[in-house]
């Protein structure tokens, strides 16, 4: 399966940003799909996951609240809304999605990755 993130830019802090990701390949709106983000020289972070069938979402710690991820059964896409954005949000997003099911907030329990987009928030 191949993803693709988009959505991402510059904005101020207390700004918002909408960050989509697709599939291409094989439909991954059976499964999990997940939010990672890792800033220059941190480790890649868990942002937020969704179980397809029912879509429950898990958010890392500190970000629900700020941030909303759903899913579009229609478009096969995912979105993660993100508002009151921080400077410390600022990072690479990845969507990913692991070949079974799980809600692991791990990044290495997850074997597909998109190309990520850069998401700058400034003071």
């Known amino acids: 399966v191949q993803l693709q993130a988009f959505g991402g830019g510059s904005v101020q802090a207390g700004g918002s940003l909408r960050l989509s990701c697709a599939a291409s390949?094989?439909?991954?709106?059976?499964?999990?799909t997940a939010w990672f983000r890792q800033a220059p020289g941190k480790e890649r972070e868990f942002v937020a996951g969704?179980?397809?069938?029912?879509?429950?979402?898990w958010y890392g710690d500190s970000l629900k609240g700020r941030f909303t991820m759903s899913r579009d059964n229609a478009k096969g896409t995912v979105d993660l809304q993100m508002n009151s954005l921080k400077p410390e949000d600022t990072a690479v997003y990845y969507c990913?999605?692991?070949?079974?099911?799980?809600?692991?907030?791990?990044?290495?329990?997850?074997?597909?990755w998109g190309q990520g987009t850069q998401v700058t928030v400034s003071s």
């Open positions: 990913a999605v692991p070949e079974g099911i799980t809600t692991s907030r791990n990044f290495d329990q997850y074997e597909y």
């Open positions: 969704i179980l397809w069938s029912d879509g429950r979402t």
């Open positions: 390949g094989r439909s991954f709106t059976r499964g999990v």
